[in-house]
T-cell receptor
Framework: EAQVTQNPRYLITVTGKKLTVTCSQNMNHEYMSWYRQDPGLGLRQIYYSMNVEVTDKGDVPEGYKVSRKEKRNFPLILESPSPNQTSLYFC?????????????FGPGTRLTVL | AQSVAQPEDQVNVAEGNPLTVKCTYSVSGNPYLFWYVQYPNRGLQFLLKYITGDNLVKGSYGFEAEFNKSQTSFHLKKPSALVSDSALYFCAVRDIAGYSSASKIIFGSGTRLSIRP
């Protein structure tokens, strides 16, 4: 089954404790992206990757890091989480660099930073 | 800079009536336009997209959207609403004007659609 998986689905942590949210897709997609969803703000893009070892900032990259060492994986790293990073996070992937294709979204990770 | 506006936070419609969820956009070049739907506790699902060609685009679950370049709009429509259509709907746009913006996609703030029986 074609899918995007994220782990963990729920996470409660404390300020400053480094964490990683994993994202994996089994569709051999080149393009992957991370979004955060906040009430009234819709989805905002954090980082995206056009292919292995190619990443770029989205609209809200501050406080986040990503890496793309393998085509299927695109982890999101919060080196020193802060309460304003409490949010619902989605990973997405698509083929051909999103030029014409649709994005497939993961189920989401709800992060709470205390 | 590209942007998307969904002017209504919530739309309420009676089952069986037609529905419209509004979306307007701003881009510097030609837009790629998308509609996604989010059901409770789920990720977003693709509904339909406009890339080029016919201005009326048909998508999943009986939804359609009309691209109007002069009004810079891409409203989502359905002739007869179902209770199961109740969800959060997002419009999104990608500007294909240049490579630097080629991979960014901007989402609207979302419109909650509520269909009453």
């Amino acid at each position: 089954e074609a899918q995007v998986t994220q782990n963990p689905r729920y996470l409660i942590t404390v300020t400053g404790k480094k964490l990683t949210v994993t994202c994996s897709q089994n569709m051999n997609h080149e393009y992957m992206s991370w979004y955060r969803q906040d009430p009234g703000l819709g989805l905002r893009q954090i980082y995206y990757s056009m292919n292995v070892e190619v990443t770029d900032k989205g609209d809200v990259p501050e406080g986040y890091k990503v890496s793309r060492k393998e085509k299927r994986n695109f982890p999101l790293i919060l080196e020193s989480p802060s309460p304003n990073q409490t949010s619902l996070y989605f990973c997405a992937s698509s083929s051909q660099g999103i030029r014409t294709d649709t994005q497939y979204f993961g189920p989401g990770t709800r992060l709470t930073v205390l | 800079a590209q942007s998307v506006a969904q002017p209504e936070d919530q739309v309420n419609v009676a089952e069986g009536n037609p529905l419209t969820v509004k979306c307007t956009y701003s881009v510097s070049g030609n837009p790629y336009l998308f509609w996604y739907v989010q059901y409770p506790n789920r990720g977003l699902q693709f509904l339909l997209k406009y890339i080029t060609g016919d201005n009326l685009v048909k998508g999943s679950y009986g939804f359609e959207a009309e691209f109007n370049k002069s009004q810079t709009s891409f409203h989502l429509k359905k002739p007869s609403a179902l209770v199961s259509d109740s969800a959060l709907y997002f419009c999104a746009v990608r500007d294909i004007a240049g490579y630097s913006s080629a991979s960014k996609i901007i989402f609207g703030s979302g419109t909650r659609l509520s269909i009453r029986p």
